[in-house]
């Protein structure tokens, strides 16, 4: 878990808000250098972040709607670049190797590291899932409505000219069952969302740490523990990449589904 490292007046500070803060601060900085002053005929580093975003555009606009793509994007995007930016600080050299700890055996073990990737902290994941479903409830209420809500979530789904009209009485109560069930998935959406960030990055980093005692732990002598610690994390750093990149992908991708089941319906039925 995150360590206290000071307090801001009775406000505790863990390293893993320490890393939030500098990611958040490097990653204004890396896109104010990489854009400059913008202009009709973009510089590379403003046609880098035009193809980002028109690359996030693409995937995104389909799913949530042009009616609520523009409103949504500045959280998604955001979403999905501060999430891959910090999955992949965890893989950065000192992040969780640079701290107090205790001499074990031939090297030293961190016990409270100076620096930790933000998103092995629970508390961080939990509140990008509370800020991405306390804007998903304010978008549907504003760009579909309290009755389109309630549609959606109790609204009987069958044509009343294909069915018989008992038929259509029973399958009304039917949904109203499956609304309150819907009610209660979306409930735990945040959990949902919390852990399945937390859970990946915190396990990656686990086994990061793991490959790099892998020698002493199979007990091989010195000079097969040191080829060890060198050559065994490789393969999975490349891993750690990837999984960051797929994780923050499918958090994007999930905020923009719930907003776009409720939000998209009339774009659909055109």
């Known amino acids: 878990m995150s360590e206290e490292i000071f307090k801001l007046g009775v406000f505790p500070v863990?390293?893993?808000m320490v890393t939030s803060w500098i990611i958040s601060i490097a990653i204004v900085i890396i896109v104010k250098l990489l854009v400059g002053r913008t202009s009709?005929?973009?510089s590379k580093g403003q046609l880098i972040v035009e193809s980002a975003i028109t690359s996030l555009r693409t995937i995104l606009e389909p799913i949530v709607g042009k009616k609520v793509f523009y409103p949504s994007f500045w959280l998604l995007s955001g979403l999905f670049i501060f999430i891959l930016i910090h999955n992949w600080s965890a893989l950065l050299p000192g992040?969780?190797?640079?701290?107090?700890?205790?001499?074990?055996?031939?090297?030293?073990?961190?016990?409270?590291?100076?620096?930790?990737p933000g998103n092995a902290d629970l508390n961080m994941t939990l509140a990008l899932a509370l800020v991405a479903n306390l804007c998903w409830v304010y978008f549907i209420?504003?760009?579909a409505g309290l009755k389109a809500i309630i549609k959606d979530w109790f609204g009987n789904k069958a044509d009343k000219t294909q069915v018989n009209f008992l038929i259509f009485g029973l399958l009304g109560i039917l949904f109203i069952a499956v609304g309150f069930i819907e009610v209660l998935s979306i409930l735990?959406?945040?959990?949902?969302?919390?852990?399945?960030?937390?859970g990946n990055v915190y396990g990656g980093e686990s086994l990061l740490h793991s490959m790099f005692y892998l020698g002493e732990n199979l007990k091989l002598n010195e000079t097969l523990i040191n080829i060890s610690m060198a050559i065994a994390p490789i393969p999975f750093y490349f891993m750690e990449v990837l999984i960051g990149l797929v994780q923050a992908m499918v958090f994007m991708l999930l905020v923009s589904v719930y907003?776009?089941?409720?939000?998209?319906?009339?774009?659909?039925n055109h």
């Open 40 to 42: 009709l005929i973009p």
């Open 14 to 16: 863990t390293n893993s």
């Open 188 to 198: 735990f959406r945040p959990v949902s969302l919390t852990f399945r960030l937390f």
């Open 259 to 268: 907003i776009g089941l409720i939000c998209n319906h009339e774009e659909e």
């Open 95 to 116: 992040v969780g190797t640079i701290g107090q700890g205790i001499q074990e055996g031939n090297h030293f073990k961190i016990t409270k590291p100076l620096i930790r």
């Open 141 to 143: 209420v504003r760009y």
